[in-house]
């Protein structure tokens, strides 16, 4: 089978797409056939080995010392169980599948194996590979932030970055919690913001969110942006700051996966999906999400492009 390899840390070209063995499940694992997956700023971050110099040798003990232990990235996919392992209870041969791979990563080749108690749910029926498979990290992550920011109805949100994979669907999440929300995007991107439900909408570049005397129960940065000490005073008293940078990778639970699985089935929450590339253009993948100007996900799907 075909997988694209991170034959160590650098730029996009180390990586590489290799035929290797197709693996077998184990007792507890489904061998899945992928149909979609996304290049993600998880997958940049340990290609490129981007880590806080606090952190570097930590980082390395886990990730890998020369290169990365895990060579094949990929946090989340959609895919068909094509085999079980024999303890397997929850799936069957044929079931379309979801799955947040998270660190375990693997879901940039063909096939994959899972472990049964993992990150994953039967795909909903109505959304296809591609969306569904560009759903997971962004939405878990919005709804760990959310949930730590202690949305409330009614509070008024205000979400920097609304463009972006966990932008989108930070918007989506907190209509779908019944809170007032306010998008910061670029001007390309008003429309966008709009359309997914959020009630205001700022350019950034024409003007400073902090400046315009509104305040905000939650801000939620989810580029990692902008700072605490800069968000303060458009905040309330009790507000709070949260932002996905550096406060920790989203602690994620099995009923979060089927709790936006169900969100996917009723239309609450979709994806936004910029562009697609194939398997073997993964590198020209890399350097088009580094640039740090995508809106939503950037999708790669297995041997056709169906986006």
């Given amino acids: 089978m075909k997988a694209m390899v991170c034959t160590k840390y650098g730029s996009a070209d180390v990586l590489q797409l290799k035929e290797i063995e197709k693996p077998t499940p184990k007792a507890n694992e489904l061998l899945v056939k992928v149909h979609a997956t996304t290049v993600s700023a998880g997958d940049l971050r ?5 880590s806080p110099i606090l952190l570097w040798i930590p980082m390395r003990l886990v990730l890998g010392l020369r290169k990365p232990r895990k060579p094949i990235l990929g946090v989340e996919l959609a895919g068909e169980v094509e085999a079980i392992g024999k303890e397997v209870k929850r799936f069957k041969k044929g079931d379309q ?15 994959t194996c899972l472990p049964e108690d993992g990150l994953m749910a039967i795909k909903p029926a109505n959304v296809s590979y591609e969306a569904a498979a560009s759903i997971l990290y962004g939405a878990t992550t919005a709804l760990y932030f959310l949930r730590k920011g202690n949305i409330q109805k009614r509070q008024k949100i205000l979400i920097y970055g609304a463009s972006g994979t966990v932008g989108t669907f930070a918007i989506q999440l907190a209509k779908y919690f019944e809170a007032e929300v306010t998008g910061v995007c670029s001007t390309t991107n008003l429309e966008l913001v709009k359309s997914l439900g959020a009630d205001k909408v700022i350019d950034y570049t024409k003007e400073d969110f902090t400046n315009k005397g509104e305040n905000y129960d939650i801000i939620f940065d989810a580029v990692g942006k902008n700072s605490k000490s800069n968000c303060k005073k ?41 562009r697609c ?31």
Avoid: W
């Fill in 46 to 50: 340990v290609r490129s080995f981007n």
């Fill in 97 to 111: 599948i979801i799955s947040l791979t998270g660190m375990n990563f693997g879901a940039h080749a063909e096939y």
């Fill in 234 to 274: 458009a905040l309330t008293p009790n507000g709070s700051y949260v932002t996905v940078d550096g406060q920790g990778i989203a602690k994620v639970r099995i009923e979060d996966i089927i709790f936006l699985k169900e969100l996917m089935e009723t239309g609450e929450i979709t994806s936004v999906i910029d």
């Fill in 277 to 307: 590339y194939l398997l073997e253009q993964i590198a020209e993948a890399h350097k088009y999400v580094e640039k740090g100007h995508k809106k939503g996900s950037v999708v790669i799907t297995m041997g056709h492009d169906r986006c």
